[in-house]
């Protein structure tokens, strides 16, 4: 005779295995939902800070009268031929671009930095600002504003001031100060920052072209 479970000792068969399966394969999935909605939530928030703090940045390294046009509004996509497709800022006055700020990653002792840089009409530094890194802290962050005035010092540079051989820290013969016990770290900014300015250059006509003759 075939029975449809186990007998119990009243002799009322017990609740088949394949019950309590499908009982934990609802819990394993409900609880996978949660945490991939978290998940979705964090990310969010994650990028909507990433945005606010560029958005702040972007006010610090291109000056607010310099231009009447909304930064975030005024974005193109410049296909450079070394560092790829790059989203670029355009500050204008009218239909004159006056300025450009966009972001290039290096790889410091931590990993990736990003750095927002602007750079007016004549290809001169107008502000550097560190968007995020993994730096040690106490050594490497003093790339930070918060934290020192380092990163200012760009201020007013270009990719001939100070020439080719000065864009390096004072240890590598550069003009650049490092960090006592972090070098790797402005190494780092100062050679992405010398990339944007190379950038600038390549794609000079491109970025200053006039508003209205841009698709």
């Not at 550069?174 to 390549?202: C, H, K, N, W, Y």
């Given at each position: 005779?075939?029975?449809?479970?186990?007998?119990?000792?009243?002799?009322?068969?017990?609740?088949?295995?394949?019950?309590?399966?499908?009982?934990?394969?609802?819990?394993?999935?409900?609880?996978?939902?949660?945490?991939?909605?978290?998940?979705?939530?964090?990310?969010?928030?994650?990028?909507?800070?990433?945005?606010?703090?560029?958005?702040?940045?972007?006010?610090?390294?291109?000056?607010?009268?310099?231009?009447?046009?909304?930064?975030?509004?005024?974005?193109?996509?410049?296909?450079?031929?070394?560092?790829?497709?790059?989203?670029?800022?355009?500050?204008?006055?009218?239909?004159?671009?006056?300025?450009?700020?966009?972001?290039?990653?290096?790889?410091?002792?931590?990993?990736?930095?990003?750095?927002?840089?602007?750079?007016?009409?004549?290809?001169?530094?107008?502000?550097?600002?560190?968007?995020?890194?993994a730096e040690t802290p106490g050594l490497g962050d003093k790339i930070e504003t918060?934290?020192?005035?380092?990163?200012?010092?760009?201020?007013?540079?270009?990719?001939?001031?100070?020439?080719?051989?000065?864009?390096?820290?004072?240890?590598?013969?550069?003009?650049?100060?490092?960090?006592?016990?972090?070098?790797?770290?402005?190494?780092?900014?100062?050679?992405?920052?010398?990339?944007?300015?190379?950038?600038?250059?390549?794609?000079?006509?491109?970025?200053?072209?006039?508003?209205?003759?841009?698709?």
């Open positions: 005779m075939t029975h449809c479970g186990t007998p119990t000792p009243t002799g009322k068969p017990q609740n088949p295995p394949i019950k309590h399966g499908l009982i934990l394969a609802a819990f394993a999935l409900g609880t996978a939902v949660i945490l991939s909605a978290s998940a979705d939530l964090t990310r969010q928030a994650i990028a909507d800070r990433a945005t606010e703090d560029l958005y702040a940045s972007l006010a610090q390294v291109i000056s607010e009268d310099s231009h009447d046009n909304d930064l975030t509004a005024d974005l193109m996509t410049v296909e450079d031929s070394v560092e790829g497709s790059v989203p670029v800022y355009i500050a204008a006055q009218g239909t004159e671009v006056t300025g450009v700020a966009f972001v290039l990653s290096g790889f410091g002792y931590g990993g990736e930095i990003r750095v927002l840089t602007g750079i007016d009409a004549s290809g001169t530094l107008t502000g550097v600002r560190v968007l995020s890194h918060a934290k020192s005035p380092w990163i200012e010092n760009f201020t007013g540079h270009s990719l001939t001031d100070p020439g080719p051989e000065g864009w390096k820290v004072q240890k590598d013969g550069g003009v650049f100060d490092q960090f006592s016990g972090a070098t790797i770290t402005p190494r780092a900014v100062v050679g992405t920052v010398q990339r944007a300015l190379a950038l600038f250059d390549r794609n000079r006509n491109t970025l200053l072209a006039p508003k209205e003759t841009r698709s």
